[in-house]
């Protein structure tokens, strides 16, 4: 069972990662299908695995028993992991950047095809592009820490407590050889680790948008139990059959969806960039096509509020005033 776990969690880790890295190849010019194809085929990996890995599950500071009706939440955040504030300011910052393009799809979807709409489309098209074109800075005094960044952290760099607490846990029981062989399966799972620390750090460098999302993913804080968020009768049947997740499964589930969230916004936002840098190069109006411009504005703006969803929501109105407040001085 621990083996195959394990073998599970990498395999989900390892699509993540050509889930990711087809967000590299926004679109830059209308007659390039290739594109429409690439991002339906991320849709459909990133919806598949959403479904598959984190249905039923909420990370908390409380458990749901077999005769409670419904599960029961933390007081103070809901029971939503959290970080501390400042981890969340960045993001913050592009949420505010994106919710200012939103608007301005939203007013680009109004016009009609009369010719003065037209031209007000090409005006809007272009305030958006001014707002692409120059995204804030992100990290503005807060400090972000080093990742594994060296080719020899791949073999170096360990895995959290809590997973080889788990592992220990999971090698009870069984025999020399098979303790054996488990040992050996956890060092190559330490191994894969630290290759996606190292590729992750990469990829870090030359984004500072996913850099956001990563700084705050990195502090969040879990706690050692959770809320099944099952119906009634499933969480009933899954504890007389001892089939409840493991810790360690739920927090990689809640990190998985908040990386899949992440991955729709950059693809999204790459595109929007691209299209509507397109469209701002049309010679005629008539030419001026805003359909593919709000879509993607539209998919962009949704996975940054869904990442933002899994957050408390006290600690976002938080952020947001103090984000406002430094802009304001």
Known sequence: TAVLSLATLLLLQTVLLVVDSLTVLPAVNRGEQCTHLLSNRRTFIANTLLTTSAALLQPSPTFAAEEEDEPTTNTGRNGKPFAPLDALLPAT???????????LSKDLSTQQTTQNDRQQQIIILQQMNNQLSNPPKLFQGETIPKRTNTPTAQLTTSISSANKDQYQMNRNGLNVGDKVIAMWNQADVERQWGMLQYAESKR????????AFNFYARQLSFADEYVLTAPKDKRKEMIRNDALPSITAVIASDLDRRDLYRNQFLTAIDDAVAE??????????????VTDVVNLVNEAHEACENWFSLIPS???EE????VM???AK
């Open 93 to 103: 910052r592009l949420k505010l950047w994106v919710g200012e393009i939103y608007m």
């Open 204 to 211: 870090e460098e030359g984004n500072e948008m996913r850099a």
């Open 276 to 289: 509507v840098a397109y469209q701002v190069r049309l010679k005629q109006p008539e030419e001026v096509d």
């Open 314 to 316: 006290q600690d976002v």
């Open 319 to 322: 952020a947001v005033a103090a």
């Open 325 to 327: 407040l430094k802009d």
